[in-house]
């Protein structure tokens, strides 16, 4: 392996989410392709265990929001991509940008990727317009609004930048059958971290709407966060202690998943709603506000229903349709397993990631 192609991932982030998933999958997969892999990392991430058992080494780097300043830990970072004779950097973040695609540009012959998952706009600065126009080969994003958002405050033509598209891959797991009791609560849930972007606020007032409404249903929290606290005081603060539940984070999303009648998604943005597609694998219907990538993941009245963007009122009333159509729910669910299967299977996307490899190496001579 030591004549392989070396490919270098970076991601610097300590707590694990959608990002950290899907640069963990990469790496054990190119590893498995003849490629050398490595993978960039914080000391004190909490996702290390994950890497365990692959062929995928892993260096340790300490890191500061200001390490880019920083010339003795740029002039590390170009020896280590030069001894380890990197050809492509493939990176996570504008932090990941800032430090290893800069010192990789500095070395010069490595190829740099930054793959943007997150649909909102970067800052506008000068900095950054320097750093996608003279820095970034190619720009690897997760869906369509991700790239839109990308030129958002920066004034760029999409005629300057590489940006080339790649969903989230997903296992196709085995279908459960699940019976809906008609004499029973609905059971709806989420699975995200407690971060304002997750919506959290939006989702209780629906589910105070729903009660206020004698709807009878449950509500299961799956992840953690910083708004934890907040969020469990708002729950008692509404009346809504006998329909929530907080489970804390899960490590095995089908169990928790399968017990669901319908999937509630109330992020205020998404890259890529993940684990809205892991629900629809699990023919669970979904329920998201139109915003940001969801239309690119939920078609709606097909697989699931789209709510104006957040409308706590119109997000409760989707729900509500579904309490009154049960028969929605096995319609919109076996709909949305196939749509998933179609377009977010991890083979296809897997095989389209391999072919982008190959091509990007070939155009740096590797």
């Known amino acids: 392996m030591t004549d392989a192609p070396h490919i270098c ?25 003849g490629y050398r892999v490595s993978m960039l990392v914080h000391p004190a991430a909490d996702w290390l265990d994950r890497l365990a058992g692959s062929e995928v080494g892993v260096k340790k780097m300490a890191h500061s929001g200001l390490s880019f300043l920083n010339p003795f830990q740029l002039g590390k970072l170009r020896r280590f991509l030069r001894q380890q004779k990197v050809r492509l950097v493939l990176l996570n973040g504008s932090n990941e940008l800032k430090t290893a695609g800069l010192a990789a540009h500095l070395t010069g012959g490595i190829k740099v990727v930054y793959r943007r998952g997150l649909a909102h706009p970067p800052k506008g600065t000068r900095l950054n317009r320097w750093l996608f126009t003279k820095v970034v080969d190619t720009f690897l994003v997760n869906s369509r609004m991700t790239a839109q958002q990308l030129l958002h405050n920066l004034n760029l033509d999409p005629a300057e930048l590489d940006i080339q598209l790649l969903y989230n891959g997903l296992e196709i797991p085995e279908p459960v059958p699940h019976a809906i009791r008609m004499d029973a609560p609905m059971v709806l849930g989420m699975a995200a971290r407690m971060v304002p972007q997750k919506g959290h606020d ?36 509404l009346g809504l202690s006998k329909e929530v539940v907080f489970h804390g984070f899960v490590h095995e999303m089908g169990p928790f998943l399968q017990e669901l009648d319908v999937y509630v998604c109330s992020s205020r943005f998404e890259g890529f709603g993940f684990s809205m597609v892991e629900a629809m694998l699990n023919e669970k219907p979904v329920v998201a506000f139109d915003a940001s ?18 409308d706590a009122r119109a997000f409760a009333e989707a729900i509500a349709r579904y309490m009154r159509n049960p028969q929605l729910i096995a319609e919109h669910g076996q709909e949305g397993r196939a749509f998933a299967i179609r377009n977010f299977a991890q083979e296809r996307q897997q095989a389209i990631f391999k072919t982008l490899i190959e091509s990007w190496l070939l155009a740096r001579g590797t």
């Open 9 to 33: 991932l970076v991601n610097l982030s300590q707590r694990w989410g959608g990002g950290e998933k899907w640069h963990v999958e990469a790496a054990r997969f190119l590893s498995t392709q």
């Open 202 to 237: 939006l989702l209780l007032e629906a589910a105070r709407i729903l009660k206020k409404n004698h709807l009878s249903f449950l509500l299961h929290l799956a992840g953690d966060g910083p708004l934890r606290p907040e969020l469990e005081a708002k729950v008692l603060e």
């Open 293 to 310: 990538s969801n239309p690119e993941v939920v078609q709606h009245r097909l697989t699931g229903l789209l709510a104006p963007a957040f």
